[in-house]
């Protein structure tokens, strides 16, 4: 037994690294998070930790900054939705269809904004919203009166779903690109000889075939939605005007790091790291009934 042990022990070794981060990065925190959510504690050594049971998870379900927050992030999905999946399928298809060269030039001018740092991403578009910035001058060719857009509750939500959409596109056209250059060519082929039009191969042939790259695609919109837009909350809005573009992830770090609530943000983190576990479940479930697998 003591030999066959040691024989089977060389994998769990390569792997133990692995596991030892994952165990003080992720699950550790996670532990002490859903211990945290049951106290409440100013993060300072020298106060007190005091037990208020389920108090903050109440309080979850009643600020409503946290209920504008939610709101917010189902609109920063919905809205990036489109340009994570429609025109990334669309760029990707049109692409495809071009030489090596021409194809790989058209990718990595689409894919450079994904390789700014978010802060210089910021920096460039506070200049260009400003009110004495290029977008305002364009106004201005057309007669229109400056406009502070990240300063306004009606425009600063869509102006850092903007950014953040020009700054994720390139990685999506990637993502879809892969997924195409995976799909042998003899279905299309086989397609053709039976008289399918070029429209019929995409409805019938290559999108289907692409349903598990798209709904990945999904998958991390849904996700990675709240990290991608807070570090420009952070550097252009600030969440606000009045939370007009803040999010989930956005509120969390106000209220452990700013408001020092750390109960109230702990538990609110439980309960949308529950919602979103959920959430993802129910989208790697219908990737596993819907995709096809080609063996």
């Known amino acids: 037994m003591a030999r066959r042990l040691v024989a089977a022990a060389p994998p769990y070794l390569y792997l133990l690294p692995a596991l030892a981060c994952l165990v003080l990065w992720t699950y550790k925190p996670l532990v002490e998070a859903v211990q945290l959510s049951f106290y409440d504690w100013n993060l300072l050594p020298t106060s007190p930790m005091t037990y208020v049971g389920f108090d903050k998870y109440e309080q979850v379900f009643t600020q409503p900054a946290l209920r504008t927050a939610t709101l917010n992030t189902v609109i920063y999905i919905v809205g990036l939705l489109p340009f994570s999946v429609v025109l990334p399928t669309a760029v990707a298809l049109v692409t495809r269809r071009l030489g090596a060269r021409s194809r790989n030039v058209y990718r990595a001018l689409i894919f450079l904004p994904m390789l700014i740092a978010p802060i210089a991403t910021a920096a460039v578009w506070r200049w260009l919203l400003d009110p004495t910035g290029l977008a305002n001058n364009a106004l ?56 399918a039009t070029s429209w019929q191969i995409l409805r019938w042939v ?90």
């Open 140 to 195: 201005g060719w057309f007669g229109l009166a400056p406009h502070n857009f990240l300063r306004d509750s009606s425009t600063s939500l869509p102006a850092i779903l903007t950014i953040t959409a020009w700054s994720m596109l390139g990685f999506a056209v990637l993502v879809v690109s892969a997924g195409l250059t995976g799909i042998s060519s003899d279905y299309e082929e086989a397609a053709a000889v039976d008289g």
């Open 206 to 295: 290559t999108l289907p075939l692409l349903r598990s790259t798209l709904l990945f695609l999904v998958l991390m919109t849904v996700l990675l939605s709240g990290q991608w837009t807070f570090p420009l909350l952070d550097a252009l809005t600030q969440g606000g005007p009045a939370d007009s573009s803040t999010n989930v992830y956005y509120i969390l770090w106000e209220l452990g790091f700013r408001s020092f609530d750390s109960g109230l943000a702990s538990a609110a983190g439980i309960v949308f790291f529950l919602a979103f576990g959920l959430i993802a479940a129910g989208l790697v479930a219908l990737a596993d009934r819907f995709s096809f697998h080609d063996n």
